[in-house]
């Protein structure tokens, strides 16, 4: 099946704690485009996927991994095709026209609740047993390429975000073009219940599963979120073992798990407690966490609660790269400046200036962005004239929403990620958000934070970008905002376009050389600036 067949995107990728919304999708289209100031630029090659990965000698699944560690689970094709439509996000356009399909299995199995005999410690360094086993069928949904040739080894396998009631892949959206012109498998897992059967706090009831095509979900079963943790194991195990079925004969050489806002407090919790039982998955980017991690088990009658703050244990397993965006670290919900810790030969943090925890490329522009340049002009462009609204207007925010980084940092933490786990080497330790004595960011004379990951969007700025700020309509004090120069304050910084260029190419060269940047994005961003009239007169 071809995303096309996907159903279509009402709301963006909005995640936090319980209380905000994913992104997800639904057969009633409300807007097709952004708003944005329109720029010329040439569009170069879009994505291909890579051949030359097929001469890789990165080792195969690592030792630790074994067969029979976690339950056996079974993937088939869904029984009956419904409307025949897959129901998840926006995929990133046409995958066919770039070498890729999208599949979908149900995965059944049996599943079991963790408990540990003592309170979680600040350490992290928990102790988890199996309880409650429990029978179950879930779906995950496979993105591959089609000629094996094009296959790096790397399956990312992304725990669905589900805080607005439905399974959102918020990190597809963010890192599928380097996931597709490096030649990686992307699978989405459906860990919790509420994008099976959704629940009284949706956005959008009709895109939980069973709302959807309650035909196609008829056999989903789903025990409770705190059966999630093995799930999501038996997934990354079933990847190994029953690659012919569910990943057409691609046999992964790393398998990674990721996972953004919610989902990523779910991991926080999962590399501290099961990871170290399971031994499934080869690293984790912990994208967009916050100060706490999720329960390992909760019920009406009992919970165990990670500690606030939660830390990722000292002697973690495998490497661990937790990526922040200046909301998360500085907004009242997330908080995770409060969780930071030093970096330790198998954990890295990224705290990545400009950027929000959405931001207008994940709300609708990197939707169907296919490599091409377009949505990098369209990016760039929106620096200078922020949107205010989304989607046609469904959220309007009284500030222009955050353009900034995020998407071009994240391809290359996930990149990153994957030569770690590879060589064993990890990416240098980078510079951590500068903050006073009172906790809040410091800040140059253009009103960007100082620290933190570097980018020419914030180096050789045409705007302020902030994760803060923000306010308006629900969800909008999770988009940051972007407030652009004025011609005046342009022309100072920039008297000729040619200035512009030469410095701004001289970040990008410098943000490649650090690893915040990846070579492929860099020449589109560079693309960009010489198309803009930035400087001129």
């Not at 209380?19 to 100031?37: D, E």
Request: hydrophobic share 40%; charged share 15%.
């Amino acid at each position: 099946m071809s995303l096309s067949s996907s159903k279509s995107v009402v709301l963006g990728c909005v995640c936090l704690l319980g209380v905000v919304a994913g992104c997800a999708s639904t057969g009633t289209k409300l807007a097709t485009s952004v708003p944005v100031a329109a720029i010329t630029v040439p569009i170069t090659t879009p994505i291909t996927t890579a051949p030359e990965s097929t001469t890789t000698t990165a080792a195969a699944a690592p030792a630790v991994f074994r067969p029979g560690a976690v339950g056996h689970a079974i993937a088939e094709p869904p029984p009956n095709p419904g409307s025949g439509t897959t129901v998840l996000g926006p995929g990133g356009g046409d995958l066919a026209s770039v070498g890729y399909v999208q599949e979908e299995f149900f995965v059944s199995g049996t599943a079991s609740a963790y408990e540990s005999a003592t309170a979680l410690s600040a350490d992290g360094r928990w102790s988890a047993s199996p309880i409650y086993p429990q029978s179950y069928t879930t779906r995950i949904v496979v993105r591959r390429p089609i000629h094996p040739s094009a296959f790096t080894g790397n399956v990312a396998v992304e725990w669905l975000n589900v805080t607005a009631g439905f399974d959102a892949a918020p990190d597809w959206t963010n890192t599928h073009v380097e996931l597709i012109r490096s030649g990686w498998v992307w699978v989405g897992v459906s860990a919790q219940a509420v994008g099976i059967v959704g629940s009284k706090r949706s956005i959008v009831a009709s895109l939980a599963l069973k709302n959807a095509d309650p035909v196609r979900y008829a056999p989903l079963i789903h025990p409770g979120d705190d059966y999630s943790y093995d799930i999501f194991s038996q997934v990354g195990a079933l990847l190994r073992t029953q690659s012919r079925q569910v990943l057409g004969g691609l046999q992964p050489q790393h398998v990674l798990a990721i996972g953004e806002s919610q989902s990523a407090f779910r991991l926080t919790t999962y590399v501290n407690a099961i990871a170290p039982i399971a031994n499934v998955y080869d690293g984790f980017l912990i994208h967009s966490r916050g100060v706490q991690g999720a329960p390992l088990f909760h019920t009406p009658f009992r919970t165990i609660a990670a500690p606030k703050p939660t830390v990722i244990r000292a002697d973690v397993g495998a490497p661990v790269l937790m990526f922040e965006t200046e909301t998360d670290l500085a907004s009242p919900w997330l908080d995770y400046q409060a969780a930071r810790q030093p970096d330790a030969p198998l954990i890295r943090t990224w705290e990545v200036a400009g950027t929000a925890h959405q931001d207008l490329y994940g709300l609708g522009i990197g939707d169907t962005d296919l490599g091409s340049g377009a949505a990098d002009a369209t990016l760039f462009a929106a620096m200078m004239s922020p949107p205010d609204a989304i989607y046609g207007g469904v959220i309007t925010c009284k500030a222009g929403i955050n353009t900034g980084p995020h998407p071009y940092v994240l391809r290359s933490a996930v990149a990153a990620l994957a030569a770690w786990i590879a060589s064993g080497t990890p990416p240098a330790s980078t510079s951590r958000i500068e903050v006073d004595s009172s906790a809040k960011f410091t800040v140059d004379a253009d009103g960007n934070v100082l620290g933190g990951v570097r980018t020419p969007q914030v180096d050789v700025p045409v705007a302020t970008l902030s994760g803060l700020g923000q306010t308006g309509d629900r969800f909008c004090g999770l988009f940051g905002t972007t407030t652009g120069f004025d011609a005046a304050t342009i022309a100072t910084k920039y008297p000729s376009h040619d200035a512009f260029v030469t410095k701004w190419n001289a970040s990008v060269d410098s943000a490649v050389s650090s690893g915040a940047l990846l070579p492929a994005d860099a020449a589109q961003l560079k693309t960009v600036a010489a198309a803009s009239t930035i400087g001129a007169p």
